[in-house]
């Protein structure tokens, strides 16, 4: 499977701040996509975020708020802009495996980033 | 739209239950299905994936069962134990591999 990490694991922060979340993964993917999981809820896609493109972003979600890079192949960023209380989540990268040892399709999760805005 | 439901929302068992986790899906045009694991705070492990040619997936002491015609999916633990209490999450792939998630089940598994 794909080894994913994520940068900061936790972070508190202040109203109408911005933070970056970073999302490193052990081998080069084509597709990355961002999730929030808000507070008790299930996890609602973000966007996909591919390599050499503008990501894609799902309804309700705007580039302003959550602009993404994708500089490469093994990275991503995601940034969370002018935070309020209602940011306040988990938000977690994921990959597709290519298959071979992996079942095709098969989406793997980072560990998350758990967000509390004051 | 996709709407996937998961049944139930919560469950307490003691250890050594066998016991069956339910997901309904609307739409029934799947590429597959993944069933994960979420330990509070943590991020998901995947546990299983069913392709919509196929009808079951086995690991262990779990076994998923698709019925795509149906739009349902079932996973069995078998003999389960206290580590297996966490939230069961099941997920559709429609296209683009972008998942829908349900809502999810909390399992506790009493020593």
């Known amino acids: 499977s794909a080894v994913i990490s994520q940068k900061p694991s936790r972070d508190i922060c202040q109203r109408g701040t911005s933070l970056t979340i970073q999302c490193q993964v052990d081998?080069?993917?084509?597709?990355m996509f961002w999730y929030r999981q808000q507070p008790g809820q299930s996890l609602t896609l973000i966007a996909t975020?591919?390599?050499?493109?503008?990501?894609?972003?799902e309804s309700g979600f705007v580039i302003d708020k959550f602009p993404i890079s994708r500089p490469n192949l093994t990275f991503s960023t995601l940034t969370v802009s002018n935070m309020s209380p209602e940011d306040s989540s988990i938000y977690l990268c994921?990959?597709?495996?290519?298959?071979?040892?992996?079942?095709?399709?098969?989406?793997?999760f980072g560990p998350g980033t758990r967000l509390t805005v004051l | 739209k996709q709407e996937v439901t998961q049944i139930p929302a919560a469950l307490s068992v003691p250890e050594g239950e066998n016991l069956v986790l339910n997901c309904s899906f609307t739409?029934?045009?799947?590429?597959?299905l993944q069933w994960f694991r979420q330990d509070p705070g943590k991020g998901l492990t995947s546990l299983l994936l069913?392709?919509?040619?196929?009808r079951e997936q086995t690991s262990g002491r779990l076994n998923a069962s698709l019925d795509k015609s149906s739009g349902r999916s079932t996973l069995y633990i078998a003999a389960s134990q206290p580590g297996d209490s966490a939230t069961y999450l099941c997920?559709?792939?429609?296209?683009?591999?972008?998942?829908?998630f349900g809502g999810g089940t909390r399992l506790m598994v009493k020593p």
């Open positions: 739409d029934s045009a799947i590429y597959n």
């Open positions: 997920a559709v792939n429609n296209a683009g591999n972008m998942l829908t």
């Open positions: 081998s080069q993917v084509t597709m």
């Open positions: 975020a591919n390599q050499g493109s503008e990501a894609t972003y």
């Open positions: 994921s990959v597709v495996g290519s298959g071979g040892v992996t079942s095709e399709n098969e989406q793997f």
């Open positions: 069913i392709q919509s040619s196929q």
